[in-house]
């Protein structure tokens, strides 16, 4: 990704569906940056969902190495993975984001894509990420994006935006599932998208 | 995988719908089942913490029903649903979310006669108290707002003389005021008006009506518009803070711009019980096939049918606003440009005896208590669906005594007209 100039510039209130699925049909290990033990968290409804559907997870939280995340050692810092890793999952507030993209843009090789979870926005810290060729995501949940793009998410009444006239097989633990399916924008939820935009700069 | 615009009508036979991945069934199957089984103990686990997407009990969720929900969240342009047991269960569980016994919201006074009655009884007993404003009086919205108002709930074409409200100045005050508002979109159905491009925070539908359309099955459908932020100020617990019932989950923290739709589902559903019929969401899911053609011609018919009315020397007025005499024909220009929709009113110079004679000899209409069938209808509210008003809300919300309701079907408009003709005639 040497040409970054001739880069579009991402619209981070509105991704288009192609841009997402791009990175969730592509990356294959991802490190979850504020991962928690505790089993009613989010960061432990993403991490457990994300590895069932057969991501390469590693937990990441200083204040629990030495535990293990469903099997997943934890690791203090994005440092101390000794691997590389293609997607890093930030749940942590927009205040503390900027520290974490630095970390990981200290990174070699450099991570793909850095995501930043439900309700979490650093435009600063993402623009800093795309000149160097990262991909972005920012105020996201990478579950129900996925959940979002397979359908797997209509079972809770949530409009995947897709549709598909194929027969796809029944969901069973640890099947990768097929996220192409027709993305419609005529089910749109512009509305929430601009109420996200709203808020993002009234804060 | 272009991100191309399918139109409304595409999305009314597909949205929610693929083939059944066991059997391949093209229709959407009847899960007529209670229950589903568990993979393991740690799927079960999942699925009770909410951690995994998937079925438990028919009561929380049902994969007709799911695809009843997400068909409706397309056509609404909203980030989720909930499908329950009828309009008014949506009512209930929509402000079970928002309430707490001794708060306020604020209504529209030209509603539904049962949901006028809902609101000031069955919820006064809840501690939800309702405080009612005027739709042509936008300052009376402002007025009515206290610390304790949680939601403005409204009727974008209102129920019975098919007045059409002003969503945007009232979302306006909406928020500005930091509350949702609710629209029931039952007599528009989203072909005609989508609340949620207007400012709506969530869409409430009795799909009993056009959505279903045909008369033959009860329904009623939330949906989560997505837009409002639910953590500010801990005005709605429900949403903000931890659940304990689910051992400390944050549902907007979780679910984001759906978690209204979960609320409904997980505390209010769940724990009130009002679930729709598998066999129902079938029925009205194949009635949504056919909305946009059913509710053009629902439209076009009544407005012939509104035309010749207005020129009938027995008939004082016509309320509808598909015409351009009408009150709310401007309104109605801009929230409902394809048609203004079916459900209308007129009074007759001969008054109350004129109305129960007319009902008396009509052959095509059915009389009866219901809206939005492929049959034309007629009643005559004062003593029906309004009978429970004092007559001054009588008055108000447009069922006076002299005054008669129609809901048009998709008959031939002039087998219509020439049953009114006949029946106003001797
Ligand atoms: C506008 C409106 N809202 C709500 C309802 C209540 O719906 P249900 O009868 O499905 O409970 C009705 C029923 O007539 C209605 O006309």
């Known amino acids: 990704m040497s040409n970054n100039k001739k880069r579009q510039v991402m619209n981070h209130d509105a991704y288009p569906d192609n841009y997402i699925r791009g990175i969730l049909n592509s990356v294959k290990s991802i490190a979850m940056v504020g991962a928690s033990p505790v089993n009613v968290r989010p960061s432990y409804f993403a991490f457990k969902y994300l590895a069932q559907r057969g991501y390469d997870m590693i937990p990441v939280n200083p204040g629990h190495v030495g535990k293990e995340l469903l099997g997943k050692p934890f690791v203090a810092s994005l440092s101390d993975i000794g691997r590389p890793v293609d997607m890093i999952d930030i749940f942590r507030n927009s205040s503390h984001i900027m520290p974490v993209v630095e970390e990981a843009l200290a990174l070699d090789p450099l991570p793909k894509v850095i995501w930043m979870q439900l309700g979490a926005r650093d435009d600063a810290a993402a623009a800093k990420a795309e000149s160097v060729g990262i991909k972005v995501v920012m105020n996201r949940c990478p579950k129900i994006e996925y959940g979002r793009l397979s359908s797997e998410i209509s079972w809770m009444g949530v409009n995947s935006r897709t549709l598909s006239s194929k027969r796809a097989p029944a969901p069973t633990q640890g099947m990768r599932l097929s996220l192409n399916r027709m993305s419609v924008g005529g089910g749109d939820t512009a509305a929430s998208d601009r109420a996200a935009k709203n808020k993002t700069e009234q804060s | ?426």
Not at chain 2, 81 to 106: C, K, R, T, W, Y
Not at chain 2, 144 to 173: H, L, M, W, Y
Not at chain 2, 180 to 195: F, G, H
Not at chain 2, 378 to 405: C, E, F, N, W, Y
Request: a negative charge.
């Open chain 2, 1 to 426: 995988m272009s991100d191309r615009l399918p139109g409304f009508s595409t999305l009314a036979v597909h949205a929610g719908a693929q083939p059944d991945p066991t059997t391949g069934a093209r229709a959407t199957p009847i899960y007529q089942t209670t229950s589903f089984v568990f993979n393991d103990a740690d799927h079960a686990a999942s699925l009770f913490g909410l951690q995994a997407f998937g079925n438990i009990y028919t009561r929380i969720g049902n994969p007709t029903n799911a695809v009843l929900e997400e068909r409706v969240a397309a056509l609404e342009g909203g980030t989720a649903a909930l499908a329950v047991a009828s309009g008014h269960a949506a009512q209930v569980v929509v402000l079970q979310q928002l309430l707490q016994p001794g708060d306020e919201f604020i209504a529209a006074r030209k509603l539904y006669g049962g949901s006028i009655n809902q609101f000031t009884h069955a919820f006064k007993s809840f501690g939800w108290n309702v405080v009612w404003a005027d739709p042509d009086d936008i300052a009376s919205f402002e007025r009515a707002v206290t610390p304790r108002t949680k939601a403005i709930f409204i009727e974008s074409i209102a129920n019975p003389a098919g007045s059409i409200t002003d969503i945007e100045a009232i979302s306006t005050v909406a928020r500005k005021a930091g509350m949702p508002l609710i629209v029931d979109n039952t007599l528009a159905s989203p072909y005609l008006i989508r609340p949620i491009d207007h400012g709506a925070d969530i869409v409430v539908h009795s799909l009993t009506k056009f959505l279903g359309g045909h008369g033959n099955s009860l329904g009623g459908i939330i949906v989560d518009a997505g837009t409002f932020d639910w953590s500010t100020g801990g005005k709605y617990p429900m949403l903000s803070e931890p659940r304990p019932e689910y051992h400390g989950i944050r549902l907007q923290e979780t679910f984001g711009n759906f978690a209204f739709a979960i609320a409904c589902r997980v505390l209010g559903l769940r724990d009130l019980g009002p679930a729709l019929s598998p066999f129902n969401a079938f029925m009205i899911l194949t009635g949504i096939e056919t909305l946009p053609l059913r509710m053009q011609r629902h439209c076009d018919n009544a407005k012939a049918v509104a035309e010749f009315l207005a020129g009938h020397p027995a008939v004082a007025s016509v309320s509808y606003a598909g015409l351009p005499s009408d009150k709310y024909h401007q309104l109605a220009r801009k929230y409902a440009p394809k048609g203004a929709g079916a459900v209308f009113t007129f009074s007759l110079k001969g008054g109350y005896d004129a109305g129960v004679n007319l009902v008396s000899k009509l052959q095509l209409f059915s009389h009866l208590a219901n809206v939005g069938d492929t049959r034309s209808l007629v009643i005559h509210p004062a003593s029906t669906t309004h009978s429970q008003l004092d007559d001054a809300a009588k008055v108000k919300s447009g069922a006076g005594p002299d005054v008669v309701r129609l809901s048009i079907g998709i008959e031939d408009k002039e087998d219509l007209i020439a049953d009114l003709e006949q029946a106003l005639g001797a």
